[in-house]
């Protein structure tokens, strides 16, 4: 396993596929450390900010990856990742010998897999990088980086890794970025329900909720979702830093993962019940603390 160790990057030519939420603070990150950036995204009007800051525009993944030093993809599902790396304008199309294509897409291990092989029979490599810390994290330069792929490759885009993040990490082969986020996934599952329920009774109990979240975060009961999520909730802010939907798709990935393992995971279980309910009452563009709806 290899940490971070610093380093300078060098210009690059960098291709961006997505720039949503997330991928859009990170590709503006990277355009003010001076690299030259092409963006993709299915809606142009979404990289408008990009382009007034010089950023050039694609009109596919294909012409965004072309001559591409770096490749970097963030979007939304498993299909979409496929799409925009094997479709028919997709980014193995054109993608030049010795590049590099970093997946932040929390995906499937073995999609990221299967990306890796691809890129090794082109003459590239390929690393898995999903990311956590929400659009917080992603504004101000903080997100944790799980990464997997070889070594080498990993080294070499450790500068551009260290321009969108804070605690990057490689852990292995391809693969194991996206497992190692679905650890991640799979912690916060749990904990939002527990966060949910606490307020919930709190609230029921007659406290002042501010008090109590005052109280138990800087206690034992702390926790990133308490500290920045919990506030959120009480003041009924929905808004996505995460959309449920995206993390229904990684619940999903993390039980069929385990299933594959023979390993139960009834916490994932429920949670992944509990937000596929939400999600039907019309929640699914709202941000996973939403889930404190059921309790209030």
Known sequence: MEETNGGKAEVKKIAMIGAGVMGGPMAAHLMEAGHNLTVYT??????????????????????????ADVVMTMVGYPQ????????????????RVGAILIDFTTSSPKLAVRIAEEAASKGCASIDA???????????A???????????????IL???EAVGQNIVHHG?????????????IVIA???IGVCESLGYAVRAGLDPERVLKSISAGAAGSWTLSNLAPRMLKGDFEPGFYIKHFLKDLRIALDESKSMGLELPGVALAERMYSALAETGSENEGTQALY????
């Open 42 to 67: 299915r809606t142009q009007e979404k990289a408008k900010g990009l382009i007034e800051k010089g950023a050039k525009w694609a009109g596919s993944p294909s012409e965004a990856a072309d001559g």
């Open 130 to 140: 999903p990311v956590s810390g929400g659009d917080i994290g992603a504004r101000n």
């Open 293 to 296: 709806k059921v309790y209030r």
């Open 142 to 156: 903080t997100l944790s980086i799980m990464c997997g792929g070889p070594e080498d490759a990993f080294r070499e």
């Open 80 to 95: 979409d990742v496929e799409d925009v790396y094997f479709g028919e304008q997709g980014i193995f199309r054109t993608v």
């Open 173 to 185: 082969p391809a693969g194991s970025g996206q497992h190692v986020k679905m650890s991640n996934q």
């Open 159 to 161: 500068p551009l890794l």
């Open 190 to 192: 749990t904990s939002m």
